[in-house]
């Protein structure tokens, strides 16, 4: 499956964005869908994940409560709902996906097997 992420810019703190993830290829219900994110100077890290038609959720501690994940099996798009966004929330943010992944793995860079080109948020304060 090829991604493509859209949506990021630039927002005050305290403001919103949605950032949408658009799949090609098939079988689209059958993936578990993530978002990652990785800051200047810092490793690529866990912020949501959706499981295949299960529709089951994942959150880092940082999103839980201001981020929502989501997806449209029908559009093959995932959507990552980002509000009440803090300047450290400022990163390149990744679509990813992957197939046969089980709850404890879905938080795993190494689990999804392909990736979008990344759209960069910028959040000022």
């Known amino acids: 499956v090829q991604l493509q992420a859209s949506g990021g810019g630039l927002v005050q703190a305290g403001g919103s964005l949605r950032l949408s993830c658009a799949a090609s290829g098939r079988a689209f219900s059958t993936y578990s869908m993530a978002w990652f994110r990785q800051a200047p100077g810092k490793e690529r890290e866990f912020v949501a994940a959706?499981?295949?038609?299960?529709?089951?959720?994942y959150y880092a501690d940082s999103a839980k409560g201001r981020f929502t994940i989501s997806r449209d099996n029908a559009r093959n798009t995932v959507h990552l709902q980002l509000n009440s966004l803090k300047v450290e929330d400022t990163a390149v943010y990744f679509c990813a996906a992957g197939q046969r992944l089980i709850a404890s793995t879905m938080t795993l860079g190494t689990s999804y097997g392909s990736w979008g080109q990344g759209t960069l948020v910028t959040v000022s304060s």
């Open positions: 959706t499981r295949g038609s299960l529709f089951s959720t």
